[in-house]
């Protein structure tokens, strides 16, 4: 065989090959970019959240959503249905950061009419850069060009494990019960006393001057939530601050921010209280959960019956913050707690159960 030839029919080998590959990937879509899946149970969990993300925001039927960190996972969003009124997903990145939130927010904007949106405000998530992320994050599915998506048809995570995962998931369809599953990590871990591993009640060896974050957190307010906010006025933003065990404002005062994340409830409060489609709610201070050890795995992340409380407290009204006086005697509680804890050098609420 002459050398022409024999490189013709190589590269036509090859050629076939890798458009069998991306027709393979096109045609299953693990993550669900082009449809949702019919024919298999597609991989939704916490290994592939910022992939399954962008199918979710593009595919599922929805006009309403949970957008936050991992402490957002657990919310139920057929029970949000009940209660709150429309369709909900979650829209949830673990560790995820303003831009995070601000990418999903804006793929659900772009394919849905979105009638609510219940955001978890972090304080973590606004103290980076504007273009800091929880984890690398696959910008190719999230914009709308067909052709840098080659980097999804041949993706060696994507071929080696997602696909295969589909493949033995063939036949398994996904009912509505996908919703509340997703990313949920509910009934994986032991709550109680455990919490205290992670509780530090140590002083610092230095303290973050009080407006330490306050420049990143308005960087990252102007540039990843405002714009939804004043885009899109018929959308209601139900926007809270979530309850973090007391033991975690300990932890930020043993690592010298607690001043510094204290103020950026106000800068946050500040930014979002003129807008007539907000409603903010704060939880942070909401004393017969925060102080109960038997609600948290660790200082930060509590379970799913306290994820179902919020939900009953945003339909009920409850924890309105109605003016800056009120937030601010919340955040006055949180440093007295966190004051407390540190003095005690030790967990000073009740360890038993209620």
């Known amino acids: 065989m002459k050398r022409k030839t024999w490189a013709i029919l190589s590269l036509t080998a090859l050629g076939l090959a890798v458009t069998l590959i991306c027709a393979t990937v096109i045609l299953i879509d693990p993550f669900q970019i082009y449809r949702r899946a019919k024919l298999c149970m597609p991989p939704l969990d916490k290994t592939t959240q910022v992939y399954a993300n962008a199918g979710v925001a593009r595919q599922y039927d929805y006009d309403s959503a949970i957008v936050g960190t991992s402490v957002t996972e657990n919310f139920r969003p057929t029970r949000m249905d009940a209660l709150l009124g429309g369709r909900f997903i979650k829209l949830c990145t673990s560790a995820g950061t303003a831009y995070n939130h601000a990418l999903l927010m804006d793929l659900a904007f772009r394919t849905h009419d979105m009638r609510r949106i219940v955001y978890g405000l972090?304080?973590?998530?606004?103290?980076?850069?504007?273009?800091e992320t929880g984890s690398e994050v696959p910008f190719y599915l999230y914009d709308d060009c067909l052709l840098n998506d080659v980097q999804y048809w041949l993706n060696r995570s994507v071929l080696g494990?997602?696909?295969p995962r589909c493949l033995r998931a063939w036949g398994t369809q996904q009912d509505d019960s996908v919703r509340d599953s997703m990313y949920c990590w509910a009934g994986q871990d032991e709550y109680g006393p455990a919490m205290l591993y992670s509780a530090v009640f140590a002083p610092p060896q230095s303290v973050r001057s009080a407006d330490a974050f306050v420049?990143?957190?308005?960087?990252?307010?102007?540039?990843?939530l405002l714009p939804y906010i004043e885009a899109h006025p018929e959308t209601q933003f139900d926007i809270f601050f979530p309850p973090y065990s007391a033991a975690e404002w300990s932890n930020m005062a043993s690592k010298g921010t607690l001043e510094a994340m204290l103020t950026l409830r106000g800068v946050c409060y500040d930014a979002l209280c003129g807008y007539a489609n907000v409603t903010v709610y704060d939880f942070s201070a909401r004393e017969e959960w925060v102080t109960d050890i038997f609600n948290?795995?660790?200082?930060?992340?509590?379970?799913?019956w306290i994820n179902d409380a919020i939900t009953d407290a945003i339909a009920a009204g409850e924890n309105i913050v109605t003016d800056r006086a009120q937030l601010d005697a919340a955040t006055?509680?949180?440093?007295?707690?966190?004051?407390?804890?540190m003095q005690a050098g030790d967990w000073i609420f009740p360890i038993e159960p209620a």
């Not at 420049?215 to 990843?224: I, K, P, T």
């Not at 948290?296 to 799913?304: A, M, S």
């Not at 006055?332 to 804890?341: C, F, G, I, P």
């Open 122 to 131: 972090d304080v973590y998530s606004f103290t980076g850069h504007l273009d």
């Open 161 to 163: 494990s997602f696909l």
């Open 215 to 224: 420049q990143a957190a308005q960087a990252n307010l102007n540039a990843h």
């Open 296 to 304: 948290y795995k660790d200082t930060l992340h509590y379970g799913q």
């Open 332 to 341: 006055a509680q949180l440093r007295a707690w966190a004051d407390a804890l």
